[in-house]
């Protein structure tokens, strides 16, 4: 009886801390699309055209990140669990934006982007297994 209570207070819980996780990366979201809308004056004016571009380009691949957090979060609802290739979309994304910025500010030497584009490669892979993997079950 005890343990009934507490499994549903944990699962009422649970429900609730994602709600307000969904809401906040939505307004989140919001936001960030009405940054980069209103950003994009600083890309073409003369003196700020690269930084106006790297930050564009930043708020740009953010915005596919919380996109993806927010799918993530989602599909915990519709089947109360989230699937690896979802969660491995989401790090895919967030090493892409990582590669993306560390290749504009000129930061990278060409065994880094090697190595970069290995792990990026190697994510993707991991992923398209993770998905045949689900596929076949369902």
């Given at each position: 009886?005890?343990?009934?209570?507490?499994?549903?207070?944990?699962?009422?819980?649970?429900?609730?801390?994602?709600?307000?996780?969904?809401?906040?990366?939505?307004?989140?979201?919001?936001?960030?699309?009405?940054?980069?809308?209103?950003?994009?004056?600083?890309?073409?004016?003369?003196?700020?055209?690269?930084?106006?571009?790297?930050?564009?380009?930043?708020?740009?691949?953010?915005?596919?990140?919380?996109?993806?957090?927010?799918?993530?979060?989602?599909?915990?609802?519709?089947?109360?669990?989230?699937?690896?290739?979802?969660?491995l979309e989401?790090?895919?994304?967030?090493?892409?934006?990582?590669?993306?910025?560390?290749?504009?500010?000129?930061?990278?030497?060409?065994?880094?982007v090697f190595?970069?584009?290995?792990?990026?490669?190697?994510?993707?892979?991991?992923?398209?297994?993770?998905?045949?993997?689900?596929?076949?079950?369902?």
């Open positions: 009886m005890v343990q009934e209570f507490v499994s549903k207070l944990y699962k009422q819980f649970v429900r609730l801390a994602f709600n307000v996780t969904i809401i906040v990366l939505i307004i989140g979201l919001f936001v960030g699309i009405f940054r980069t809308i209103s950003e994009l004056g600083l890309t073409v004016t003369e003196a700020t055209v690269r930084l106006g571009f790297k930050e564009l380009v930043t708020n740009v691949l953010s915005l596919i990140i919380v996109l993806e957090l927010i799918r993530a979060f989602i599909e915990f609802f519709e089947h109360e669990r989230i699937r690896m290739d979802i969660l989401v790090l895919v994304a967030f090493v892409i934006r990582e590669f993306m910025l560390h290749l504009f500010e000129g930061k990278l030497s060409g065994m880094e190595f970069w584009s290995l792990g990026i490669v190697s994510l993707i892979g991991a992923r398209t297994i993770s998905f045949f993997r689900w596929a076949s079950k369902v």
